[in-house]
């Protein structure tokens, strides 16, 4: 019997699970969204890349031919020309670019701590479920043994046979819940790793890990880290590129002077000759001085600020409802064991004994088991609804979900 409890002790240390840092992991790795994240740094970059890039010399080739009295004289233009950036728009649009960039970087990151999130949601979802099952389990083995003794009962005639029919049917009801319950756990094992890079030996695993959150750090801990919050740093960023671009267009009516060199080359009957080339054009700033696309930029600039002013103005508001939610949650889940859970187990064990006597009927019996079931399974949602909130109030803030 020793050997036998080893065995069975050690095959139960060696059934793999999954715990919440090995699943935040494989979310870290998931491929598809780190593959769509590249691609919009990538994009930012070449953008980047664009905006500072200048233009294209441009090289001017041109022939004159005329006539006069019997001769012919070809004169030839050879020219390369470049455009300068004198106004400092190249510099300003370069640097409206890399905001945006930055903007972009942001945005990744508070996408990947979206996910994070989502995975951890739904680990704790199917951490749930998987409590609930061994729960109902739980109950169903109790009814077993119950059943057993009521049967034992039956036969020395000590009761009658309305008992024995009474707890098959209740049996029957525990069967029939306990294959509703495992066939959410398997919708919720399947939810949960369609975030992550699993294979098909990790998708019936047992995960592992404290349904019940810890008391959240003091309230000013979380408001302090609000402006570091990703979202906010994107939106901000989007104001910083807004205004590089309304200072370039701002210097619209600068012109940007074209430097041209080249050679000139005469060919006429009896005196062949050429020279140096040079010149200058400069555009009019008369109908187009940048005012439309000042105040485009100037519009998205107020618009990301103010979209980031109303945003950091609504997470102070719902970091602190998240806040004393979960500390009010967690408060009631250690009421709710001290009073309703533990009452229920000595409730049940009194039944047993009183049942056991003949002091009470099996419905007396039932209702205390069903009691102690139902208490059970409500500690552990209101576990896992401060969970929820705990790892809202976090990304809320901006912070690491615990």
Not at 128 to 141: D, H, I, K
């Amino acid at each position: 019997m020793v050997l036998a409890g080893f065995v069975v002790a050690t095959a139960g240390a060696a059934e793999p699970r999954l715990t919440l840092e090995q699943v935040l992991k494989q979310a870290t790795d998931y491929a598809p969204l780190n593959r769509e994240l590249a691609a919009r740094v990538d994009r930012a970059r070449a953008q980047q890349e664009k905006a500072g890039r200048w233009p294209n010399p441009t090289l001017d080739v041109s022939q004159e031919r005329f006539e006069a009295g019997g001769d012919t004289t070809t004169q030839r233009f050879y020219s390369l020309s470049q455009q300068f950036d004198f106004s400092g728009q190249k510099g300003l649009e370069t640097r409206a670019a890399r905001a945006r960039a930055e903007g972009v970087r942001h945005g990744n990151d508070w996408r990947r701590l979206t996910h994070r999130s989502r995975v951890r949601l739904r680990f704790y979802a199917t951490l749930l479920e998987q409590r609930r099952v061994e729960a109902l389990r739980g109950a169903l083995e109790r009814m077993d043994e119950v059943a057993a003794m009521v049967k034992e009962r039956r036969q020395a005639g000590d009761i009658s046979g309305y008992d024995q029919s009474r707890i098959e049917r209740e049996r029957a009801g525990l069967r029939a819940r306990l294959d509703q319950a495992n066939a959410a756990l398997q919708h919720r094992r399947e939810s949960l790793h369609a975030l992550l890079d699993t294979d098909e030996k990790q998708m019936d695993q047992s995960l592992v890990g404290q349904l019940q959150p810890d008391l959240p750090s003091p309230l000013a801990t979380y408001l302090d880290r609000l402006n570091q919050r990703a979202d906010l740093k994107r939106l901000q960023a989007r104001a910083d590129s807004a205004g590089f671009a309304q200072r370039a267009a701002g210097r619209a009516w600068v012109p940007d002077p074209t430097l041209g060199v080249g050679f000139n080359r005469v060919e006429q009957p009896g005196a062949d000759g050429g020279g140096l080339l040079l010149s200058v054009s400069l555009p009019i700033p008369v109908f187009n001085q940048g005012q439309a696309q000042a105040a485009e930029a100037s519009a998205r600039r107020n618009e990301a600020e103010a979209r980031r002013f109303r945003r950091l103005k609504e997470v102070r508001a719902r970091v602190r409802g998240l806040w004393r939610q979960t500390r009010s949650l967690i408060e009631s889940i250690e009421t709710f064991r001290e009073e309703a859970l533990s009452r229920s187990r000595e409730l049940t064990d009194f039944a047993e004994s009183t049942y056991g006597a003949g002091e009470i009927g099996i419905l007396e019996l039932l209702d205390a088991y069903s009691g102690q079931l139902d208490a059970r399974l409500r500690a552990l949602e209101m576990a896992h609804d401060a969970r929820v909130a705990s790892i809202e109030l976090h990304q809320s803030s901006g912070g690491r979900e615990r």
